[in-house]
């Protein structure tokens, strides 16, 4: 893609640890944040060809909500005179960043975030000033081995995707990279990037003038091997060295490839709909309520109290919304992107389970993508909890059914994934 530009940045976000903001990912915080483990991020990547452009947020938290999305896209659209498809906001999925809304019941800073959507719009702003013509190519690092699916499947996705930008002299000027594993080997009340930040720390060293973007992949049911076993400390530092080690040696290898993109495309499409979702049952609820009152009666920390209080008001609500609204839909912004002739980027605004992933990886080789250049986002435009395969919304697992009472959200029906891929396929084609 001879006329391709791009530009990188970044802006630190770390918040002031006197402003008691909360951590998102996990329901036994009540309190807010109590230091800082290693500076968190909002890196920016724009490219730019003669047929349109992209700017490329990945922001460390563990998502946002769709409001929340859309209060940050809008105003960074309406800051940086964007057009909607103009505009990907991502989140690396790190349970060790600021409360974006994710877990519905934890309280959003929006002081701070409005100072976050400030930074993010004047960084854009002043690299849409310098944006450098640019060879883009892609490739795969070594595969991670500090992984495992923990729901006891086979589904699995090891790679690491690199997309590295080289200038005219071939110095590299950022690079996008993703991998498929939670960022939760860091669970104290210190904020962090988790493991990508010690990729972060890593390439400032070597290229310090070239942002590493990560964007998290389907990563629903994958998380780092031995956690809970191993010291967090240890575990984050074993996995993000592996994973820092895969990124840097895929970019030597891209120093001396020459296979950049063919052809000049670059089609955005964004869109909001409407997805399908589902209500469980009265009797279920009934079964819940009654369980979790006999399980709080005998709770004896304050963490399982607060549990089964949880359970108990969202079966209790969702009793109510069986009669209100029996046949649920949630809003949610899907994105895609062709870039060139033989790349793509598809935005799942979702937390994907590998099996999505890979449903979505094949769609887009069929169309003659290679896949290192097939880019399967989770966690992208939003969070809205976990997005079950058609195929397995009956059973009851956390990802599939009651990750819903942490998310505040209706469960996925067999038609949600469908609709969601169908509607992808149709923006794609």
Same mark, same amino acid.
């Given at each position: ?191 962090? &990037? !988790?493991? =990508?930040?010690?990729?972060?720390? #890593?390439?400032?060293? *070597? ?5 590493? /973007? ?84 005998? &709770? !004896?920390? =304050?963490?399982?109290?607060?549990? #089964?209080?949880?359970? *108990? ?5 969702? /009793? ?110």
């Amino acid at each position: 893609m001879s006329n391709m530009k791009c530009a990188f940045s970044q802006v630190d976000i770390t918040p002031p640890t006197d402003l008691g903001i909360f951590q998102d990912g996990y329901g036994s915080r009540t309190k807010p944040a109590a230091g800082v483990r290693d500076p968190i991020y909002a890196k920016i990547c724009i490219f730019k060809t003669s047929e349109g452009r992209l700017v490329l947020v990945s922001v460390d938290c563990c998502g946002f909500n769709h409001k929340m999305a859309q209060r940050i896209r809008d105003s960074l659209c309406g800051l940086c005179r964007l057009e909607e498809k103009e505009l990907a906001l991502c989140a690396t999925h790190t349970h060790a960043g600021p409360v974006g809304g994710v877990l519905g019941l934890l309280p959003i800073n929006g002081y701070y975030w409005n100072d976050v959507i400030y930074k993010i719009s004047e960084a854009i702003l002043a690299s849409q000033k310098e944006l450098k013509p640019c060879t883009l190519r892609f490739g795969f690092g070594k595969e991670l081995e500090g992984i495992y699916n923990r729901r006891g499947k086979q589904d699995i996705d090891r790679r690491v995707k690199v997309g590295a930008f080289f200038d005219e002299n071939n110095k590299l000027l950022g690079a996008i990279t993703t991998a498929s594993c939670h960022a939760v080997c860091i669970g104290d009340m210190g904020f962090s &990037a !988790d493991y =990508p930040a010690i990729l972060t720390k #890593k390439a400032a060293e *070597l290229y310090p003038d070239a942002p590493f /973007l990560f964007l998290q992949g389907r990563s629903g049911d994958v998380d780092p091997l031995d956690i809970g076993k191993t010291d967090s400390v240890e575990l984050y530092n074993k996995l993000g060295e592996e994973f820092g080690a895969s990124v840097l040696g895929a970019v030597e290898e891209l120093k001396n490839k020459k296979s950049p993109l063919s052809g000049s495309r670059l089609k955005a499409s964004f869109k909001i709909c409407r997805l399908p979702m589902r209500r469980l049952d009265d009797q279920y609820h009934k079964e819940r309520l009654e369980y979790s009152y006999r399980r709080l009666a005998v &709770a !004896d920390t =304050p963490d399982k109290k607060r549990f #089964k209080q949880v359970d *108990l008001v969202w079966h209790s609500a969702e /009793l109510i919304r069986n009669k209100r609204d029996p046949e649920p839909s949630i809003e949610v912004n899907l994105q895609t992107l062709l870039l060139g002739d033989d790349a793509a980027f598809v935005f799942v605004p979702f937390e994907m389970l590998t099996k999505t992933g890979n449903a979505l990886e094949k769609t887009l080789c069929s169309m003659g993508i290679a896949p290192e250049k097939a880019m399967v986002l989770a966690h992208s435009n939003g969070t809205n909890g976990y997005l079950a395969p058609s195929d397995e919304v009956s059973e009851n697992t956390y990802e599939t059914q009651s990750s819903s009472i942490w998310y505040d959200l209706p469960c996925c029906s067999e038609k949600t994934e469908r609709e969601m891929i169908a509607q992808l396929e149709k923006m794609l084609k």
